[in-house]
């Protein structure tokens, strides 16, 4: 089985901090993502990466960066958080085939005070 | 432009009834769809997805969906829901404009059986 792990369930930080997101996947896949999902607004895509050390800007980049030093993990990284970055942060996996399915991570729900 | 929709805030439905889930679709290019269903406090399961080849797609946990071309549409189904059938559904598409691997998704239904 695919398995896609994330380094928190449940964040809390403060309003200024920075805060890193971890997302390791097993399965050796090369594409790997970040979506934030908010109520009513589903999931929209912060940033992806389709290989080690390249990365794309998605849908919602502005107040993010990622890194992914290595395949297996990808990092989110808020440089300096604020109360409307409070979500639901989901990482998903997939493989570089044009109809392949993601498989997700059980998400970090962050609360910035 | 590209996109997904789900019409449908909330479906529901007793239990041992047939369910759907509508999800309509825009896309230039071919049409590449996904169902994913979301339990609480859980991340996201892949159910099925329509790649090509026949208009019935079958997948997990007695899940079908039907992809209607000429009306841009891949609903999904259950013959007889159960009450842990309850969850949000995602209805997502492959976007071709970007060139990479990027996908749509709708914002959702949340699908409530009721015993």
């Known amino acids: 089985d695919v398995k896609v792990t994330q380094s928190s369930r449940y964040l809390v930080k403060r309003t200024g901090e920075k805060v890193f997101l971890e997302c390791v996947q097993d399965?050796?896949?090369?594409?790997m993502f970040w979506y934030r999902q908010d109520p009513g607004l589903g999931l929209r895509l912060i940033y992806f990466?389709?290989?080690?050390?390249?990365?794309e800007k998605g849908d919602i980049p502005e107040g993010y960066s990622v890194s992914r030093e290595k395949k297996e993990r990808f990092s989110l990284i808020l440089e300096s958080a604020s109360t409307n970055q409070t979500s639901m942060y989901l990482c998903?996996?997939?493989?570089?085939?044009?109809?392949?399915?993601?498989?997700f991570g059980p998400g970090t729900r962050l609360t910035v005070t | 432009a590209q996109s997904v929709a789900q019409p449908e805030d909330q479906v529901n439905v007793a239990e041992g009834n047939p369910l759907t889930v509508k999800c309509t679709y825009s896309?230039?290019?071919?049409?590449?769809l996904f169902w994913y269903v979301q339990y609480p406090n859980r991340g996201l399961q892949f159910l099925l997805k329509?790649?090509?080849?026949?208009?019935l797609v079958k997948g997990s946990y007695g899940f079908e969906a039907e992809f209607n071309k000429s009306q841009t549409s891949f609903h999904l189904k259950k013959p007889s829901a159960l009450v842990s059938d309850s969850a949000l559904y995602f209805c997502?598409?492959?976007?071709?404009?970007?060139?990479?691997?990027?996908?749509?998704f709708g914002t959702g239904t949340r699908l409530k059986v009721l015993a």
């Open positions: 998903a996996s997939s493989t570089p085939v044009a109809g392949g399915e993601q498989y």
């Open positions: 399965m050796d896949h090369e594409n």
């Open positions: 990466s389709y290989d080690v050390k390249m990365k």
């Open positions: 896309v230039s290019g071919n049409p590449y």
């Open positions: 329509y790649i090509t080849g026949d208009n």
């Open positions: 997502a598409v492959r976007d071709w404009t970007s060139g990479t691997y990027k996908y749509i």
